[in-house]
């Protein structure tokens, strides 16, 4: 059990998902994908090598599957305790892939789009930043090294061109993700949150000089996991991961200007 959920994780560390239970709030469906039912997904993961081995478990109602059918395959999202990821399986379920598939003609990764609570991700947003009309969610993680390539090359295409709705997403093999996220989260204002965690993308060490009281940590970490929900409901699973206004996932080199 231990090596499957390994593969999981490891397979949809950058792309993969996975949603909490349903919530109060308005839900955005996607179009033209059409969603499996639980039954549905059970019996397609019985056909993969995976399902004896995570059997018992799901029997246990330990690890939950769901699925849809899109883009030529039927994709399974399997959330295990240690994480989830995605299973395709070809429509003549021949066949199974652990791991991410690719468009040819955009490069882009074939995604499972399952529905979105609006409310538990717009609770999530910790700070917006930038002067433009289109609206963009933005997952990311102060030590992640790939957010500051990030930054790097979209900074100015993204304070000019859009409104940035920040959710921080610190992962758990980033040791001081945490502790640079109480510092951002400790500005008084969103101006203040958001010039923080440029300054940590650009190198600054400055957050090693704030320690939260107990009280105040407290605090920090109930804003925090509100924005971790909000990240699990997109279906986040690294970083950093961007989202349009209708929550549909795009690679983020798509805002690298041209000629950059």
Known sequence: MKRVTA????ASLLWGGSSPSPQKGEMIVPEGVHQLTPQQSLELLKVTPIYQRVAPLIQKGIVKVRGVEEGGFYILQVKTPRGSGNIYITKDKKYTILGQVIEN??????????????????????????????????????????????????????????????????????????????????????????????????????????????????????????????????????????????????????LIPKGK
């Open 105 to 254: 003609k955009s490069g882009a990764p074939l995604l499972p789009k399952f529905p979105i609570n609006r409310s538990v991700v717009e609770n999530g947003i910790l700070f917006s930043f930038g002067k433009g009309k289109k609206e963009l969610y933005l997952v990311t993680d102060p030590q992640c090294p790939f957010c500051r390539m990030m930054e790097q090359k979209t900074a100015e295409n993204l304070e000019k061109n859009y409104r940035v709705h920040v959710i921080l997403l610190p992962l758990s093999f980033h040791k001081d993700a945490r502790r640079m996220s109480y510092y951002i989260l400790a500005g008084k204002s969103e101006e203040e949150r958001a010039k923080r965690l440029k300054a940590i993308l650009s190198g600054s060490s400055e957050w090693k000089n704030y320690t939260p009281t107990p009280e105040e940590k407290a605090k920090l970490k109930a804003e925090l996991q509100k924005s971790e929900k909000a990240a699990e409901e997109l279906g986040a699973r690294g970083t950093p991961s961007v989202y349009d206004s209708n929550f549909t996932q795009f690679p983020w080199s798509q």
């Open 7 to 10: 593969v999981l994780i490891g």
